[in-house]
């Protein structure tokens, strides 16, 4: 049972009873499937809801917040005891360049979801704090990975979790960014202003646990190794060598931007590498963040069509951007080893607060090439038409 000092803000339950389990099953099918319009893994349309075999495995414990017929928040927990990770886990997070990790207890967490009214509130750092008494206190986790959206990063470092030396993970979610945590590193934890600092102090301060020797690992965190660039001062550098500095005929989304705006959103996005037949997103799925190509091509498919090729320059994902829904129109693929600099829409709330007039150039912007894409794809239907005819 998760310590009462821990899970004060929200209480957090560890599903025991089939009742509990397959209510969590269900949330999950409101959540991914009707808000999000994913067509994960394990989505059973009849029953409403979303599982797979993992659910069923002994080594997985479901958590939840709210109650059986109100189910507020859930997380799937995974640890496995010392050289006895599943193969293909151990394929997928690219474990096998840990350092003796088969002498290490490992878990990840994952399916990660809140009812969307009671975002931004105490159920996240409840459930996060339950996650670690469980796997890092209880199960004597030492490594502990997960995966998220590009667009989720930066908030799960701030939970302990960083890229590493691994490859996207291919997924029905589309591409998902492979991280982990070494829960007794505090002096990361202290540097992304985790509130797991002080749990991290008591289960491996003075008298507590040995911390993991973090000395091994330094090369799998190497910056230049991660395929994701997060420091403010790089992505800058980089805008600036892949975009901001190239002569093109055809001047690209950021060339139409102040530079001082430019700046602003090298600060608020990061930039990532995406490999060829990476699948960035897929249409149908609710995402709020668009994209500029640095290098590379993607093309970008309605159904199994094809309706357009997107360059370095090329702006993508602005319509889910404005969409309230954040619903994508098409799906968008590399069509080679590419990088993008991403945008949340958050960026663009912020600074409509903090900068209006910014915000008014970057909006005006943006709805000059939706009203070029919107013409381009008029002519292009009314071409078909006339072929059909």
């Not at 803000?9 to 397959?22: G, T």
């Not at 037949?277 to 709020?288: A, P, V």
Request: hydrophobic share 40%; glycine share 8%.
């Amino acid at each position: 049972m998760f310590r009462d000092s821990l899970t004060r803000l929200e209480q957090v339950h560890i599903a025991a009873s089939r009742v509990e389990i397959e209510a969590i099953y269900r949330f999950r099918y409101t959540v991914f499937v009707e808000e999000l319009g994913r067509e994960i893994g394990g989505v059973d349309h009849e029953n409403r809801w979303v599982h797979d075999d993992e659910d069923e495995k002994p080594y997985t414990v479901h958590a939840y917040t709210g109650a059986p017929d109100h189910v507020t928040g859930s997380m799937r927990l995974r640890c496995w005891e010392p050289g006895s990770v599943p193969e293909y886990e151990r394929a997928a997070f690219a474990m096998n360049q840990m350092p003796d990790i088969d002498q290490l207890a490992v878990a990840e967490g994952d399916r990660f979801m809140i009812s969307r009214s009671l975002r931004g509130r105490l159920i996240l750092p409840s459930m996060m704090r339950a996650m670690f008494e469980f796997l890092v206190v209880d199960r004597g986790a030492d490594l502990v990975f997960s995966c998220c959206g590009p667009g989720l990063v930066r908030h799960y470092r701030k939970l302990g979790f960083r890229p590493y030396r691994a490859r996207p993970i291919h997924s029905p979610e589309g591409m998902r960014v492979p991280l982990m945590a070494i829960p007794s590193d505090i002096d990361y934890a202290k540097s992304q202003g985790s509130f797991l600092v002080p749990l991290i102090k008591k289960e491996f301060g003075r008298g507590g646990r040995p911390p993991l020797d973090l000395e091994p690992f330094e090369e799998i965190f190497s910056r230049d190794s991660l395929g994701i660039e997060l420091d403010p001062t790089r992505v800058w550098e980089t805008l600036q060598e892949e975009i901001l500095t190239d002569d093109r005929d055809v001047p690209s989304f950021l060339d139409t931007l102040d530079s001082g705006l430019v700046k602003q959103m090298s600060h608020r996005g990061f930039v990532f590498d995406v490999p060829d037949g990476t699948l960035l997103t897929r249409e149908g799925f609710s995402e709020k963040e668009m994209y500029v190509v640095l290098r590379g091509s993607f093309e970008v498919l309605v159904g199994d069509r094809r309706i357009a090729l997107a360059t370095k320059g090329d702006l993508l994902g602005e319509v889910a951007f404005f969409r309230e829904s954040g619903k994508r129109s098409a799906s968008i693929r590399a069509v080679c080893d590419s990088q993008v600099l991403l945008i949340r829409r958050k960026f663009l709330e912020q600074l409509a607060r903090k900068d209006p007039d910014a915000a008014f150039e970057l909006l005006f912007s943006l709805a000059g090439i939706l009203s070029e894409r919107l013409v381009a794809r008029e002519a292009s239907m009314h071409l078909d038409e006339l072929v059909a005819s």
